[in-house]
């Protein structure tokens, strides 16, 4: 019998480009109760902020592409120049939507990109350039802090194929398994258990999201109960749920 | 602030086909600690296996089409079958998985079809034949037997495109709102929160399935926190969910 908690953390003050998030996490927060168990998610916009991953429309001159994608679309070419950016490939434009494989390898609406919470109506956020190291980062930077070494995941909401709705998931992950593999392991009767892979860091990343209201200023969620899943090591981070699309057998 | 969690309710007894399973929870598991506002999360196979929602490899006959995708999946045709029987529409059929969608319409590896933990290793064990019903039945018979009217959903384990590994998601429910709505609501500064509707049903789901282990019998959790999501009515039911082909930009 395991049991799991998520904890919202509480409003954070606004991040600043350059700012010391972890540092702000750990003195607005946290109280110094963290412990090496524990995994700490964090919405990827105070993260994005955090790193000046932010780009002002004023200074966007969108390309050709763009201002025609923009008119099918009835969006701002400048805000379509900054989500083709984002992308090696858009793999649909319709509704307003584009629907886009990000330079991380991620699948999701508009490369990430997000005006929603953002500092100021003319800016957009964009995902973290590398969320991978970013976790990984913060993580050594709250052991400094606090001396406790959680692991930290990094979230965004993305769509989903088939269903309706969005899920958190990870993006970014330091010092936890993203995977727990039972192929080959057989259950309580010796039965094989075939198909059980499971994406852990997504799940924990879907449940952060639930305990904290969206329009709340709540970016941190702390997760108990997940300790079997967290290393010393950083590990192989979110990429590691990235799959290839050659070997991708849902699309 | 908020905070959610969940809690596996420990081993159940092997359920058997016509045998009450909201009794066997309500007497095994749960103690008589059951509230209005929790969210009762069980794995399928349970709630199947009570439905009969089993076949025996022995009984099945299969099909020219089984025999033929048998051959070339390196799979023995009566299985094959028996997820052909399942599904409206095979996707793709590779690497000795068949991406079917099902007749209540979801998208997944096998129609939901799955050996492991079964009775016998000579069965199939189905998905329900009506999982939102399932589950309204086993919440109607846990009020009758406790007083309290938890929300019920009832999960599988589903593949996902882009990303590796699986997530739980809600194929049942009763008495909870699969989706929060955020869109065109503002945030804590006044801005639209555009693209954010959460499909909380399938968080919840997903989170359960870490509060057990899956070599374990323990079908049952019990999730706590998410009272604002529960409802007196039974509601849409997972149902809600599904993403129609035609609507999906995903694909």
Redesign the interface.
């Known amino acids: 019998?395991?049991?799991?908690?998520?904890?919202?953390?509480?409003p954070l003050p606004e991040v600043r480009a350059g700012g010391d998030l972890a540092e702000l996490i750990a003195s607005t927060a946290l109280g110094g109760k963290l412990c090496n168990g524990q995994l700490l998610a964090i919405a990827h916009k105070a993260v994005s902020k955090s790193e000046g991953a932010v780009v002002r429309l004023a200074d966007i001159t969108p390309s050709k592409r763009a201002e025609e994608l923009a008119a099918s679309q009835e969006r701002d070419p400048r805000a379509v120049q900054v989500v083709l950016d984002e992308s090696t490939e858009i793999?649909?434009a319709?509704?307003g939507?584009l629907?886009c494989r990000t330079r991380h390898g991620?699948?999701c609406?508009?490369a990430g990109v997000?005006?929603?919470?953002?500092v100021d109506?003319g800016t957009l956020v964009l995902l973290p350039r590398d969320p991978d190291l970013s976790a990984r980062r913060i993580r050594a930077r709250l052991r400094e802090l606090t001396g406790a070494r959680p692991a930290v995941v990094i979230t965004d909401?993305f769509?989903?194929?088939?269903?309706?709705?969005?899920?958190?998931?990870a993006i970014g992950l330091a010092g936890m398994h993203?995977?727990e593999d039972?192929r080959g392991?057989?259950?309580?009767?010796g039965?094989?258990?075939?198909?059980?892979?499971?994406?852990?860091a997504?799940?924990?990343a879907?449940?952060a999201?639930?305990?904290?209201?969206?329009?709340?200023?709540?970016p941190v969620v702390l997760l108990d109960?997940?300790e079997r899943y967290i290393s010393e090591e950083d590990g192989p981070g979110a990429v590691?749920?990235?799959?290839a699309p050659a070997e991708?057998?849902?699309?």
């Open positions: 019998m395991g049991s799991v908690c998520a904890r919202g953390l509480g793999l649909r319709e509704r939507v629907i991620f699948v609406a508009n997000d005006s929603s919470n953002s109506s909401s769509g989903r194929a088939w269903r309706h709705g969005q899920s958190d998931v993203p995977l039972w392991r057989t259950d309580a009767r039965m094989e258990l075939r198909a059980t892979w499971i994406a852990v997504d799940a924990a879907a449940i999201d639930l305990a904290r209201a969206k329009d709340s200023r709540e109960g997940l590691a749920l990235l799959r991708d057998l849902f699309l």
